[in-house]
Nanobody, 112 residues
Framework: QVQLVESGGGLVQPGGSLRLSCAASGSIFRLYAMSWYRQAPGKQRELVAT???????DYADSVKGRFTISRDNGKNSMYLQMDSLKPEDTAIYYC??????WGQGTQVTVSS
C-alpha cells in the first residue's frame, strides 16, 4: 500500500507563490506516473499536471506557464511550484499516484 502526504498549502495573495510537496511511502514510487489534481468548492476535481516515471510532463491549459511539476525519485517525492497565483487557483490540491492512491489534500487559498 502507498501512502501520500501533501504539504505546503496555505493562504497567499494574488500574484504570489507556493510550493506543494507530496511525500510517498513505499518502494514503487519511481515506477509510476504522478499527478496533481485540485477541487474547488462546488466543482469537480480537475487534473492540474502529470509527470511520468521518466519525467515527461503535461499541464492543464489553465496553469501552463505558471505551475511547474517535478519529482525526486530518490526522495519519493513530487512537487508543484505555483507562481503568479490567481484567486481561481483556490482549491484543495491532491497528489495522485497512478498506482491508484490519493493523498488527503492540502488547501490553497489565493486571496487579498
Amino acid at each position: 500500500q502507498v501512502q501520500l502526504v501533501e504539504s505546503g498549502g496555505g493562504l497567499v495573495q494574488p500574484g504570489g507563490s507556493l510550493r506543494l510537496s507530496c511525500a510517498a511511502s513505499g518502494s514503487i514510487f519511481r515506477l509510476y506516473a504522478m499527478s496533481w489534481y485540485r477541487q474547488a468548492p462546488g466543482k469537480q476535481r480537475e487534473l492540474v499536471a502529470t509527470i511520468s516515471s521518466t519525467g515527461s510532463i503535461d499541464y492543464a491549459d489553465s496553469v501552463k506557464g505558471r505551475f511547474t511539476i517535478s519529482r525526486d525519485n530518490g526522495k519519493n517525492s513530487m512537487y508543484l511550484q505555483m507562481d503568479s497565483l490567481k484567486p481561481e487557483d483556490t482549491a484543495i490540491y491532491y497528489c495522485y499516484s497512478h498506482s491508484g492512491y490519493w493523498g488527503q489534500g492540502t488547501q490553497v487559498t489565493v486571496s487579498s
